[in-house]
């Protein structure tokens, strides 16, 4: 893959043609359109709230478990009204579930007090009933000098339910809990309000069930309405008079030759120039089907500038190598790739999806790998003389040699990234001085690893390097050396955040270590339950080592997608891709997906 190569077009013709020219464009599905006047909101806010109306529709529709019948024919459907009576109905479930929960609330407050009736507000005098549930421990409240009269109804479950007599409600600190909101209806017809609300749920239930019979038509409707809302945005960004429009945009140069036929039928005048440097087009990734996982990867966090590099690759490698090493663990690979078996052709059904599935399966297949290095089966070692025992090459506990590990992939990461990173610069002295940094921590290592002096003149030479050449600002005077000097002593400072960069993949021996420590924490567990409790130990282990792994399985894939994926996005991406670009858009027809 690579960041595809964009030129500027510039489409002019007759006024009267701009509609069908667009609609034209938006066919063909290659332009990003580039505004020649800033846009009023409304053209485009009244066709995207129509089509999100439509979307909030379907969405509420295909919630529905069990759909009817599709009805795929129907000249008299009217998606507004349509669209209109699913809103409303969705309004009116909204308000009967809420209504239902209100009750369900209620009758629970009210059922331990019993069936109460409540007498006529003048049988009592003016008095009235406040109801209180006080627990067993505060019993002795109930004889404080100035409380109304009271009465215990019952006691159940450690509280005593307290009826008091009072004219108006009693100070709140004669009791130390607050009062019991009963309401004026009794048990029974709170219950059979709450009867009424569930029927009339069940029936709008009912009613949206036989709405699903459309969410084909409603569907094929959305993608027209997101269609035109599209439209409507590209007819404000054109520059206009009485006579002519013109149209500006970016196009993949492999689109070139499409985009001049539809110029040539519908006669529009056409230029076209290569982005100049000061220009910034938006950045598109070829994407090669088997490979949109990596693409959906690097563009997750930052998309890349148009003139850097196609990070996708290196993306998924390392994330595959980072995710083995957090794990740390060939069994729990194994879970993963028996549950990305399972899931298989349920993943097959779009090409997205084969291709997460296939980096699924090179995360399984290189944390199965890994787990063999290291002799971590489900946190056992296997037995001495066999052949998973002669796979191990890597001690988890020989913490140097882990440390040496985790600081070497840290530098080879990062001096892969400054590499690509004087590639998409070259020409440029900047790309130099990224060349210095590849020395400087190259050096680094080496002296660190105990090759003497030559790691020494490494790191010096790497300086000198980011010193002079740091700076891609033109020479027209003498002082312009100054400031490119002061450019390049700016990015020394730079030089302890390498440092600590590098340090940031000692996470990788940390995590793992923290992962196969844990599982054999749980399988000592189990292993000493089994001997002090014979018999029953047998079911206490089992429990404790499913409980045990289940949890570290989940920790350890959490840690391994964050932590995997944050080495890339922050150290990686800080000398691989310092610049962000803007992700390209084409003006193209909506679908929207089964």
């Not at 985790?406 to 004087?422: D, E, F, R, Y």
Request: glycine share 8%; aromatic share 8%.
């Amino acid at each position: 893959m690579s960041i595809a190569p964009l030129k500027k077009v510039t489409l002019a013709g007759p006024i009267g043609l701009k509609t069908e020219a667009l609609t034209a464009l938006q066919t063909l599905g290659c332009l990003h359109l580039i505004p020649l006047r800033p846009p009023p909101d409304e053209p485009e806010r009244a066709a995207r709230r129509e089509a999100e109306d439509a979307l909030t529709a379907l969405r509420f529709l295909t919630n529905v478990p069990l759909r009817r019948r599709q009805i795929r024919r129907d000249p008299t459907f009217d998606v507004e009204a349509f669209v209109a009576q699913v809103l409303d109905l969705r309004k009116r479930i909204r308000e009967t579930e809420d209504r239902r929960d209100f009750l369900r609330h209620r009758i629970a407050a009210v059922r331990p007090w019993g069936e109460i009736t409540f007498p006529a507000e003048g049988d009592l005098s003016g008095q009235r009933l406040w109801f209180y549930r006080l627990p067993i421990k505060h019993r002795a409240a109930l004889e404080h000098a100035e409380l109304p009269p009271w009465a215990v109804i019952k006691t159940v479950d450690g509280l005593d339910y307290v009826v008091l007599i009072a004219a108006d409600e009693p100070d709140p600190e004669v009791l130390p809990v607050p009062r019991v909101h009963m309401g004026a209806l009794p048990l029974s017809a709170l219950e059979d309000q709450l009867e009424d609300v569930e029927i009339a749920l069940e029936a709008l239930q009912a009613e949206r069930s036989e709405m699903t019979r459309s969410i084909t038509l409603l569907r094929d409707d959305l993608s027209a309405a997101f269609t035109r809302a599209e439209l409507a945005f590209a007819q404000e960004q054109t520059r206009d008079d009485d006579a002519l429009f013109a149209l500006q945009g970016w196009v993949p140069e492999d689109r070139l030759d499409a985009l001049m036929a539809l110029a040539d039928r519908m006669l529009l005048a056409v230029t076209i120039v290569p982005p100049r440097w000061s220009e910034t087009p938006p950045t598109l990734l070829e994407r090669p089907v088997e490979e949109t996982a990596g693409v959906d990867l690097a563009m997750f966090y930052q998309t890349p500038h148009y003139r850097s590099w196609d990070p996708s690759i290196v993306i998924m490698g390392s994330f595959a190598i980072f995710f083995a090493m957090i794990i740390a663990d060939a069994g729990y690979g194994a879970v993963i790739l028996g549950g990305l078996l399972l899931f298989w052709s349920r993943m097959a059904g779009s090409a997205r999806a084969r291709s997460w599935r296939r980096l699924g399966l090179v995360n399984a297949l290189a944390t199965i790998l890994y787990g063999a290095l290291i002799g971590s089966y489900f946190g056992a070692a296997p037995p001495e003389g066999t052949l998973l025992a002669g796979l191990k090459v890597i001690d988890l506990n020989d913490f140097d040699s882990m440390m040496r590990l985790s600081i070497i992939i840290g530098v080879i990461h990062i001096v892969l990234a400054n590499a690509m990173n004087a590639w998409s610069l070259r020409g440029r002295p900047s790309a130099i001085a990224h060349l210095g940094w590849i020395a400087g921590i190259l050096g680094g290592l080496g002296y660190w690893l105990g090759v003497g002096p030559v790691g020494l003149v490494a790191v010096g030479a790497g300086l000198v390097l980011i010193l002079l050449f740091s700076s891609d600002r033109p020479i027209e005077r003498w002082t312009d050396w100054l400031w490119r000097l002061l450019d390049g002593a700016r990015q020394l400072t730079s030089i302890m955040g390498a440092f600590g960069d590098v340090l940031s993949y000692m996470r990788l021996f940390a995590l793992g270590l923290a992962s196969a420590s844990l599982a054999l924490t749980f399988n000592s567990l189990a292993v000493s339950v089994v001997d002090a409790l014979p018999g029953l130990g047998l079911l206490l282990a089992a429990l404790i080592l499913i409980v045990g792994h289940v949890l570290n399985f989940a920790l350890g894939l959490l840690s391994g997608v964050v932590h995997g994926l944050r080495l890339n996005y922050i150290e990686f991406y800080k000398w691989g891709l310092p610049e962000e670009g803007v992700a390209f858009r084409p003006f193209a027809r909506q679908e929207v997906p089964e």
